[in-house]
């Protein structure tokens, strides 16, 4: 878009869990047309988000890396994200078209959030969904997520252990996010609930790096921040025999 006293849009794209070949149609098209790109950054080093984006961009944007600690559990980052707002709203003041690159989808635990409550009702801002890490997470392991009636639950792994036990009592299936330097404390809530075999984790959906493997074989107390616990109380959530007394992926439990 143009000058003229026309605000260019603001768009939040979802870029999925890695793949660029998970990147949406429409958050491509974006891409490649946009005048301004935006991703959030660590404080030295390349973005990860700009990587998945990198295929599919002109390479004649204007960028914005909004540098910050990145994987430190501090959020949010207030006065980081208060100049970043500044710098795209103008942007957008003078005409420009702004990519905001969000990794998995933007309103699932997406970094665009924060910018999003700054901006909006100022300019023009659009959301592109993105394929969210929960889905890639579950394709990667082989395991439906949830079937007929089945509650899931999304568990921050920094929550304390009697609450995350309490959230793994009142649901069927649970996914288990941003494990990092929680995996030990997971690991136990588990085993007192007796779920380590029903239990699978997953590092790094889509990526070459990819890991897949049962909770019950993966040692340490640590996991990066790109990983996941999946967990089925009724095992192969699919299954038309419920509490069949199978672990995920047909393995005898």
């Known amino acids: 878009m143009s000058g003229g006293g026309q605000f260019g849009t603001v768009w939040g794209l979802g870029l999925g869990p890695g793949d660029p070949e998970l990147v949406t149609l429409k958050a ?15 404080e030295e080093g390349d973005s990860f988000a700009r990587m998945i984006a990198a295929p599919h961009l002109s390479g004649q944007q204007r960028e914005i890396a909004i540098r910050m600690p990145l994987g ?23 005409g420009r078209e702004v990519a905001v690159l969000c990794e998995g989808d933007p309103f699932f635990y997406g970094s665009f959030q924060y910018l999003y409550a700054r ?5 023009p801002v659009r959301i592109v969904p ?3 890490s929960l889905m890639a997470c579950a394709d990667a392991a082989g395991m439906p997520l949830t079937a007929r009636n089945d509650v899931l639950s999304v568990i921050p792994a920094p929550l304390p252990e009697t609450e995350i036990a309490r959230r793994l009592e009142d649901c069927d299936a649970a996914a288990i996010m941003k494990l990092g330097r929680h995996l030990g ?28 493997m049962a909770l019950a074989e993966l040692h340490g ?33």
């Open 221 to 253: 107390e640590s996991a990066p921040y790109f990983s996941m616990l999946l967990v089925h109380k009724r095992a192969e959530a699919w299954s038309n025999r419920s509490g069949s007394g199978r672990s995920m992926r047909g393995e005898a439990s």
């Open 28 to 42: 491509a098209a974006i891409l490649k047309r946009a005048a301004v790109i935006a991703y959030p950054a660590p």
């Open 185 to 212: 404390k997971v690991r136990r809530v588990l085993q007192a609930a007796g779920l380590v075999e029903r239990t699978r984790y997953v590092e790094r959906a889509t990526l070459g790096s990819e890991k897949v």
């Open 72 to 94: 430190d559990g501090a959020f949010p980052k207030e006065d980081i994200y208060d100049g970043a707002a500044a710098a795209i709203l103008a942007e957008s003041a003078a």
């Open 130 to 132: 993105g394929v969210s």
């Open 119 to 123: 901006l909006a009702g100022r300019c």
